[in-house]
């Protein structure tokens, strides 16, 4: 009779799919701790795989709404700047008209009235970084406000020098959630230039320089100064309503960025491999395929020889 190997066909076998299910496991192991991903693929995720792609697009919306929403706190601060200098100057057009009634005097009234029309229509043709007229609305390619000097205004009415559009700039903070922003050059900039054209005027029907009689006096205290008053007053509470906005938009960031930390932890809740676990696993699956490989080396190399007596 033939010497054989004591292992059977049947051990071999056995012990070759026990050497192949420890490979997988190391080798899952050491994706674990060379990723930190619990698996490369959505075999591996199993069942958590709709939750997971759920909480990772909701993460990347809520991201998106953050990166929008910031850009529009930028637009509003900006405004903001710009409507208390408006504001500003709306108050000193008030300022100058009543020192002038009070002294009697118009000495440095148009001068006056001329610079504050030249830094207001500056700032109701202002554009942003990429070269949009901020006060234009939906026609952000155009002048806002067209009247070049003081002197233009007296050639038509107010209204004709305004070439905004009408539709309001609008951002996108959430999941059907919108925050109106912008604002319109002539929702914020008619009074006043109507206080300044009407200032114009007068000084047109009879010059404002120097001494001023009694009938200038009363036709600026009963015509020019209630359009100034006008003029201040709705561009002050044009000024607070920005900043509501902009609390509004500084609030929804919060909740924006509160929303991508929530989703995207989910995310890694899921996804992400316990490194300490890993590495844990890495060491046990190195040892569990070494002790295999062993014995089934050994099983191989057995033979009746090894049990026969020497003599």
Known sequence: MSIDRVATNNQTSYMLTQIAKANVKLQESQNQTATGKVSSDYAGIGDKTAALEGARAAADRA????????????????????????TGLASQLKEAIQSAVADSDGTGLMETAASIFDQASAILNSTDSNGAYLYGGEKSDQKAFTADSLSDLA????????NNGTVKKSVLVG?????????????????LMSALKSLYEADQSSSLSGQ?????????TSTVLP???????????????NGETYNSLEAAVTNQESLQNLYTGFVSD??????????????????ALQAVLTVTSKLNSLSLLDYLPTS
């Open 63 to 86: 991201a998106a709404y953050q990166a929008g929403t910031k850009m529009a706190i930028t637009q509003t601060d900006l405004q903001d700047t710009q409507l208390t200098t408006l």
């Open 155 to 162: 050639s038509g009415s107010v209204a004709s020098f305004f």
């Open 175 to 191: 999941d059907g959630q919108t925050e109106e922003i912008g604002v319109l050059a002539s929702d914020v900039g008619t009074e």
């Open 212 to 220: 001023i009689n009694s009938d200038q006096i009363d036709n600026l």
């Open 227 to 241: 359009l100034a008053n006008s003029a201040y007053t709705s561009l002050n509470t044009a000024t607070a309503q």
């Open 270 to 287: 899921i996804e992400d491999a316990d490194m300490a676990t890993a590495l844990t696993n890495l060491s046990n699956n190195q040892t």
